[in-house]
């Protein structure tokens, strides 16, 4: 049976060279089941003797529906080709996706530890998917390589003879060693090329000239939803004797938004495309390479990621892959504004309160948290009020009180400082402006004082004014009298003259 797990290899390190994941069903009954794909994340994912790394699969609903109870776990076996890790529990390894929405993915992370015993092979390790507890259920399969411990310089190679004509004869007995034609090429970090020669002097010491990210910058500093950035990356040949070149970047970001008509990627390029090229990096050289990008305007304020994909050549045109990915933190502008502010009274006395009245709306897409508001001002004093976290899209009322304590010289105006933190706890301030004047209370002196003009010899005229207001007020009542008696008089008749005349003189 030698022979037939040689050939079963063989298929399995052709499957490996053209994606990295084996889609076998078994017992696809046209369900649920048929809309999830699974695929391993990675393609150069190896595992050592005794070491512990974490298996992350890709699971995509490539349905409109949406899923629920999508349950993964993997198929065990004795055979350590088939299960080289140690753990083999069910309970431990199935794994529940609650719901999964419709044309979307997730991942789902395995911690195990590879056996101590593990050989340096190439390993197809299953898996079964069921979706809502049917019992329909969907098999697939990955691939991964074991290296031995005592083997771990060494560099396995798996080699198909007559790839490129489909020879319907493959010889695929070079598990290990060099079978001297194309093939899946590994390294002691599971980075492989699919195809290529590798006889090359560069790497036939088995080396592979690899370029990693070493980190990346923004211009600006800090990315906002809806602003242009430039994105700047460090590469470095970590190789100490092989350079690089023709070599290929491609950026990706994931795909935002909850409505259709608005999903597109976090990032965008401003102009050209997402891809780019360097013509060359010398052995352990660095190099930056930039991309204009702009941010959605829509992304929550969050870290978002950006795969980087890398291919490149060797000075034989050997080709390598490899991967990277970066995190991009994204701000969001706090957004919000008040309505009037209402002053009741709209002045006040020293000692005397005023009422300060006002609504704040949040028109951003951040929640503010931990907002206060506080007045100053010439003459008055005010307790700071607590308003608490305002989410996103609502209101949140600040109403305080005044106290006069001096009266004002100036024109009145008093300020409104509102303070907010972010989700990082960063702190903000804005202002506002209204007018309150503070008058000095009037007491009965003062009103006296009013009351009263002093002339300028200091003598007072108040009681003459009224002296003679008196006066004129009792004269005219004394007339009046003097001629209605007059008129009574006349009408009876002339002998009541002498008695009207007597009036008068005692008068």
């Excluded at 979706?131 to 074991?146: H, Q, R």
């Excluded at 190789?239 to 990032?267: C, I, R």
């Excluded at 709306?361 to 005010?382: D, P």
């Amino acid at each position: 049976m030698k022979w037939f797990r040689n050939i079963m290899i063989g298929v399995m390190s052709l499957v490996l060279a053209g994606g990295g994941a084996l889609p076998v069903m078994a017992e696809d009954n046209g369900n649920a089941v048929d809309a999830v794909d699974v695929q391993l994340k990675g393609s150069n994912v190896t595992y050592k003797a005794g070491e512990k790394a974490t298996l992350t699969l890709t699971v995509k609903n490539n349905g409109n529906d949406d899923l629920k109870k999508i349950t993964i776990r993997p198929f065990y076996s004795i055979d350590e080709q088939e299960w080289p890790f140690k753990e083999a529990d069910y309970t431990a390894h199935t794994k529940t996706i609650e719901v999964l929405k419709g044309n979307s993915s997730t991942e789902v992370e395995y911690n195990f530890t590879t056996r101590d015993n593990a050989e340096s092979v190439l390993c197809c390790v299953s898996f079964e998917l069921w979706v809502n507890g049917d019992k329909e259920t969907k098999a697939f399969s990955v691939f991964l390589s074991t290296i031995a411990a005592p083997e771990a310089e060494k560099t396995y190679k798996v080699a198909i003879e007559n790839q490129n004509n489909n020879s319907s004869n493959p010889d695929y007995s070079a598990l290990s060693g060099d079978a001297g034609g194309s093939g899946v090429n590994y390294d002691t970090s599971g980075v492989y090329n699919a195809g290529g020669s590798t006889d090359s002097s560069d790497t036939s010491n088995g080396s592979v000239p690899r370029v990693i990210v070493t980190g990346f910058t923004t211009e600006p500093g800090e990315v906002k939803a809806g602003s242009d950035f430039k994105l700047v990356v460090h590469l470095k040949n970590t190789s100490k004797k092989t350079a690089v070149s023709n070599m290929v970047l491609d950026f990706s970001a994931p795909t935002e938004g909850t409505d259709a008509n608005t999903t597109a990627p976090a990032f965008l390029p401003t102009s050209g495309s997402n891809t780019i090229y360097v013509d060359k990096i010398k052995a352990e050289g660095t190099m930056d390479v930039s991309l204009n990008l702009n941010a959605k305007a829509d992304l929550v304020q969050k870290p978002y990621g950006l795969d980087i994909t890398m291919k490149y050549e060797d000075s034989s045109a050997t080709q390598f892959d490899s991967a990277s990915s970066i995190s991009v933190p994204v701000k969001q502008d706090a957004r919000f504004e008040f309505s009037e502010i209402e002053i009741s009274p709209e002045s006040i006395t020293v000692g005397g309160e005023a009422n300060v009245m006002c609504s704040m709306y949040n028109l951003g897409r951040i929640k503010l948290y931990n907002v206060k508001a506080s007045f100053e001002g010439e003459g008055i004093k005010a307790n700071n009020i607590f308003v608490g976290n305002v989410e996103s899209g609502a209101t949140a009322s600040i109403d305080g009180m005044i106290t006069g304590e001096a009266a004002t010289a100036g024109d009145g105006k008093v300020k409104m400082i509102i303070t907010y933190e972010d989700e990082g706890g960063n702190l903000s301030t804005v202002e506002e402006e209204f007018t309150l004047f503070v008058t000095e209370e009037m007491t009965e002196e003062m009103f006296m004082n009013e009351g009263m003009e002093v002339d300028q010899g200091g003598g007072s005229s108040f009681l003459p004014i009224a002296v003679i207001a008196v006066v004129v007020v009792i004269a005219a009542v004394v007339i009046i009298i003097i001629v209605r008696k007059r008129k009574k008089a006349k009408q009876k008749g002339d002998g009541l003259e002498d008695e009207l005349d007597r009036l008068i003189e005692d008068e």
